[in-house]
């Protein structure tokens, strides 16, 4: 079976970091694109930022200069690095990655189940 498994959330104070991981496991054959989105309360889910599986990165507005995506290819996880945190990055945060997989006929997108990431101010 393939599971996403996020971890490394938690409480944070303003201005403060924390480094999220995910890890894919299962019967994986390919790692192709993966991402991480968030989730605040009453808003809809939204990216933070992707990774293709050339390394190459995009973010969005809200978090650029201040979090980084980095993959560690020989254990299929990808990290988030967050650094200058604030109350605005409140959310649960979600990896996605496009996996192909023994059991696939193709590329398909797999989910975490989140982990919460509350800054305080």
């Known amino acids: 079976q393939v599971q996403l498994v996020e971890s490394g959330g938690g409480l944070v104070q303003a201005g403060g970091s924390l480094r999220l991981s995910c890890a894919a496991s299962?019967?994986?054959?390919?790692?192709?694109?993966m991402g991480w989105f968030r989730q605040a309360p009453g808003k809809q889910r939204e990216l933070v930022g992707s990774?293709?599986?050339?390394?190459?990165?995009k973010f969005a507005d809200s978090v650029k200069g201040r979090f980084t995506i980095y993959r560690d290819n020989t254990k299929d996880t990808m990290y988030l690095q967050m650094n200058s945190l604030n109350p605005e990055d409140t959310a649960v945060y979600y990896c996605?990655?496009?996996?192909?997989?023994?059991?696939?006929?193709?590329?398909?997108?797999?989910w975490g189940q989140g982990t919460q990431v509350t800054v305080s101010s």
């Open positions: 996605n990655a496009n996996l192909w997989t023994t059991q696939s006929r193709g590329w398909s997108t797999y």
């Open positions: 990774s293709t599986s050339g390394d190459i990165t």
């Open positions: 299962g019967n994986i054959l390919a790692i192709n694109s």
